[in-house]
Nanobody, 115 residues
């Protein structure tokens, strides 16, 4: 059974940093690309960053240059380092793995950027 458990969210001031983690289990982690999505209040869920099985990365334009996705296959964990945070980054952040039909999701971790 696929399980994705996010952690690392919280309240941070504008300009601050957070690192999100997603611990994965129940599938061969190293073989799958991994994604981070986010959903702000009243908005649709959007793709933030992707890392392929070989480490290639892509980012949404809104976070490029500020966020970095990485993975540790030995720990079955994917990370999202978020720097220079802005109030508009406030959202619930979800880890996603395209294992099951329709994809697999964690429970999400809340990020609030506010002074």
């Amino acid at each position: 059974q696929v399980q994705l458990v996010e952690s690392g969210g919280g309240l941070v001031q504008p300009g601050g940093s957070l690192r999100l983690s997603c611990a994965a289990s129940g599938f061969t982690f190293s073989r799958y690309r991994m994604n981070w999505y986010r959903q702000a209040p009243g908005k649709e869920r959007e793709l933030v960053a992707t890392i392929t099985s070989v480490g290639s990365t892509t980012y949404a334009i809104s976070v490029k240059g500020r966020f970095t996705i990485s993975r540790d296959n030995a720990k079955n964990t994917v990370y999202l380092q978020m720097n220079s945070l802005k109030p508009e980054d406030t959202a619930v952040y979800y880890c996603n793995a395209p294992v099951s039909p329709g994809g697999d999701w964690g429970q999400g971790t809340q990020v609030i950027v506010s002074s």
